[in-house]
Every structure is written in structure tokens, then in C-alpha cells.
């Protein structure tokens, strides 16, 4: 199993062995942890310091930052070893779009503060939008970030953030001008520690998903110092989140084939062994075709992301594309995850067999990030010019 293609043009001899060590450190120090995290609801701070120490990481975050200086082919690599491995539980994929924020608009005492700490897993980071009553609609923000003296005072409350139980450095999305509608949202980076009238809230029952800690947060009159306004004036959050949407989209494609490539592995070496009627599930017809059917779109799925990830790393990855990738990789994720639990059988429905857990995963793919209509919405907007 591969994130790559035989004609990966984004990919070198340097993401090979990228991908080969972070193989490696999957197998060894995620998979064997991967049912007692989803039984505690988190993943050990212990695991996000030993992948730091490994620079998973680390692979697009500037030398000078204490990173590789690759690009984000790297951090794609680490996303597709995480999940082609059976898990979704460890939050990397936020803290790779947390990364990529300060990186692209961060001050440089931002990026030589946070981002050494987030390389090495010292720090986890979150990104708080969501609000109880705005879901999708970014633009209805309602948290508000206002100036008092040196510092600004953040008041409202964020729900259903990856993360959010553990992370100690949040890239809150708030209004420092309720008057300017989308032009008065703006991201403050909030430091958990010793902030006062920061609260997290529970952690949150999920239908999947559960080893990944998500919680609702609370900021009543939190102080948070003027310097950890993200980007150079206010006013620009909701321009940057639009201008990262487009790799956080491209994230939820990566994980969808990496758990696919899983589902799909697991399903063969299941119906290979499994008998019924006195022969291999396997041989009969109807599971090769189906298994034929997932295959094939697992490779359509790779090679469209692989075309992504080279647009990416060109800078020319528009937002239809990845919301396409966003909204193809999880419906085809979804679909799989579907048919390979039918191929279990009973046994497919028991939560000792990973198709379980896969299957109840894969859901909530098609809602975060923008729902998959949200999607379409897009797709559509750039063919109707």
C-alpha cells in the first residue's frame, strides 16, 4: 500500500524514505495502541512527542523552524502512513493545518515561538470555527475578540474541535469588528496554559472517531496578548481560512484512500481465510467483484489525489479540486467501508474486527471540513461563470 502512483511527479527518493520510516513507526508504536486509545477517548501526549522525536512532524515546516524545509507532499505521506495503518484517531492532520497557518501568516516571532514545539509534539495544536450555532457557515462567527489595552478579550464558545481536550496552542476564529460581517473575523493564537477564563469543555460522545479527543471550548473574558494576532492587521481570518480550506480538504481525501488501502487489505485476508458452503469466501463471485470494485476506485481515488498533491506543491491547487477531493475521497471511503463490512458478515458488526470501527469512522468524513452539499455548492460555482 502506497499514497503514491507510478507516476507521482511530486514524489522523490526523499518522500520514499520518508514514507518507509513513517511505515515503520506505525507499525510499531500506533497500531499496538490503537484499541486502548479509542477506549480512553485520547491519544497518548507520549505517542505526539515520539512521532515529533521521529520528525513526522516536521517534514514541511522551514529548516530555520526546526524542520525538514520539505513541502506538504511530506505531511501527506504522514497522513496516509497514520490511516493505512487502521487509525483515525491521532489529531495530525489538524496539527499539520495548524502548522501551515503560522508558516504561511504567522510574524516571525510566531513561527520561532510555536513552530519548533509543534514539530516536536511538545505542543498540539487546534483550530476553533465551529460554534454551536454556525457549523459550514464560517461568516456567522459570533465569538468576539476585542482590544483592551495590550491584549484583546475573547468571549464565546466553540464546539466539535479536533483536538480540542489536549491542545495547548488554539487558533481561535473570532470578530474583532462585528461590524464588518466576514471582514471582521480574525484568528488569535490562544496558549492554554494558565489562561484565565479559557475552560474546556467535555470530552464528546462520537458515533467513531473516539481515540481522537473532541471537545467544546469556553472563553469568558480570556486576555490574549495583541502580538498573537495571525497575520499582519485584523480582519484577514476569514480570507486565510478560506486559503487553507483548500489543504484541509485535500487532508480528508488522504486519510479517506488511507483507510481504504486499509479496509481493503484487512477484507482480502478475511475472505482468503473465512469459509462458508465448503470453499473460500473469497472464491465465490460476488466477493471478487465487489472486491474488484473497491480496488478500482481506491486507484482512481490515488491518482486523483496524487495530481492533487503535485497542484499543491506547485501552488496551483484551486478550491474546486479540493473540494472534489474532499467530497470524492469520502463518499468513496464510505462506499468501501460499506462493502468490506458486508463481506465480514456477523463478524463484520463485532468491535474486535477493525471493518467495525473503519466503517463508523468514515462517517463524519463527509460532514467536517464542509459538509460534502457544501462541496458540490463549490464545484458548482466554478462552472457556472
Known amino acids: 500500500m502506497s499514497l503514491f502512483t507510478a ?61 525538514v524545509g520539505g513541502g506538504l507532499g511530506f505531511d501527506a505521506v504522514t497522513m496516509y502512513a497514520q490511516t493505512s495503518h487502521g487509525d483515525s484517531g491521532w489529531g495530525y492532520a489538524i496539527q499539520s493545518i495548524v502548522i501551515h497557518y503560522i508558516t504561511a501568516y504567522g510574524t516571525e516571532d510566531q513561527k520561532r515561538k510555536w513552530l519548533p514545539k509543534l514539530a516536536s509534539g511538545e505542543m498540539v495544536g487546534a483550530l476553533a470555527m465551529t460554534e454551536p450555532g454556525t457549523g459550514s457557515d464560517v461568516q456567522a462567527i459570533r465569538t468576539t475578540a476585542e482590544k483592551d489595552g495590550n491584549s484583546y478579550r475573547l468571549n464565546g464558545s466553540k464546539i466539535f474541535i479536533t483536538n480540542g481536550a489536549t491542545a495547548d496552542l488554539i487558533l481561535v476564529a473570532g470578530k474583532t469588528d462585528k461590524t464588518m460581517g466576514p471582514k471582521g473575523v480574525s484568528l488569535i493564537a490562544v496558549e492554554t496554559e494558565g489562561a484565565e477564563g479559557f475552560r474546556k469543555g467535555r470530552n464528546l460522545k462520537k458515533l467513531g472517531m473516539k481515540a481522537n479527543d473532541t471537545a467544546e471550548l469556553f472563553f469568558e473574558d480570556v486576555r490574549v496578548p495583541m502580538t498573537n494576532l495571525i497575520g499582519s492587521e485584523e480582519g484577514q481570518g476569514f480570507y486565510q481560512m478560506m486559503k487553507q480550506l483548500p489543504w484541509e480538504r485535500m487532508t480528508i481525501g488522504i486519510g479517506a484512500l488511507g483507510a481504504i488501502d486499509f479496509a481493503i487489505a484487512e477484507t ?22 465487489k472486491l474488484a470494485e473497491c480496488k478500482t476506485k481506491a486507484e482512481v481515488l490515488r491518482s ?36 468490506c463490512l458486508q463481506l465480514f458478515g456477523g463478524y463484520g458488526f463485532m468491535m474486535e474486527y477493525p471493518i467495525a470501527r473503519l466503517y463508523a469512522d468514515a462517517r463524519v468524513q463527509m460532514i467536517y471540513g464542509g459538509t460534502n452539499e457544501i462541496m458540490k455548492e463549490l464545484i458548482a460555482r466554478s462552472l457556472d461563470k
Open 7 to 67: 507516476t507521482s511527479s511530486w514524489a522523490t527518493e526523499e518522500h520514499q524514505m520518508f514514507a518507509e520510516m513513517a511505515d515503520r513507526f506505525m507499525a510499531d508504536e500506533l497500531e499496538p495502541n490503537i484499541e486502548k486509545w479509542n477506549d480512553n477517548g485520547v491519544v497518548d501526549r507520549d505517542f505526539w512527542r515520539k512521532a515529533g522525536d521521529m520528525g513526522l512532524m516536521a517534514g514541511a515546516i522551514p529548516e530555520e523552524y526546526e524542520g
Open 304 to 339: 486523483f489525489l496524487s495530481d492533487g498533491i503535485a497542484r499543491l506543491e506547485a501552488g496551483t491547487l484551486d478550491a474546486a479540486t479540493a473540494s472534489m477531493a474532499k467530497y470524492w475521497g469520502s463518499e468513496v471511503q464510505n462506499e468501501i467501508m460499506h462493502e
Open 268 to 289: 482480502i485476508k478475511y475472505t482468503q481465510e473465512r469459509k462458508a458452503f465448503g470453499q473460500r469466501v473469497m472464491d465465490f463471485q460476488n466477493t471478487r467483484f
